[in-house]
């Protein structure tokens, strides 16, 4: 199982990301998968859920801002960010739980300016 986590960097205030999630070795159609992000100093708490049918769920903070898609054909997922806030600042992860067990991307850094 790889979960391949990709589309990062550094954007102003108010400005949009696309991350995407690449994954192989899960059967990507039955599979939920989540978002969870890791600021500086905190601790990795859940951004977005996405169930295998693409009902998502966000938390709070994000809600309006953050949509979640998937594409079956790529067996990728992908989190769109729009008006950012340097409060968003954080190492993003793709995660799902397959066979027993969590599954991590390897994170893609996010940084928002003021």
């Known amino acids: 199982v790889q979960l391949q986590a990709s589309g990062g960097g550094l954007v102003q205030a108010g400005g949009s990301l696309r991350l995407s999630c690449r994954t192989s070795?899960?059967?990507?159609?039955?599979?939920?998968m989540n978002w969870y992000r890791q600021a500086p100093e905190k601790q990795r708490d859940l951004v977005a859920s996405?169930?295998?049918?693409?009902?998502?769920d966000f938390v709070d903070s994000v809600k309006g801002r953050f949509t979640v898609s998937r594409d079956y054909a790529r067996n990728t997922m992908y989190l769109q960010m729009n008006n950012l806030k340097p409060d968003d600042t954080a190492v993003y992860y793709c995660?799902?739980?397959?066979?027993?067990?969590?599954?991590w991307g390897q994170g893609t850094q996010v940084t928002v300016s003021p």
């Open positions: 995660n799902t739980f397959w066979r027993g067990r969590e599954w």
């Open positions: 070795g899960i059967n990507f159609r039955i599979a939920a």
């Open positions: 996405v169930t295998s049918g693409g009902s998502a």
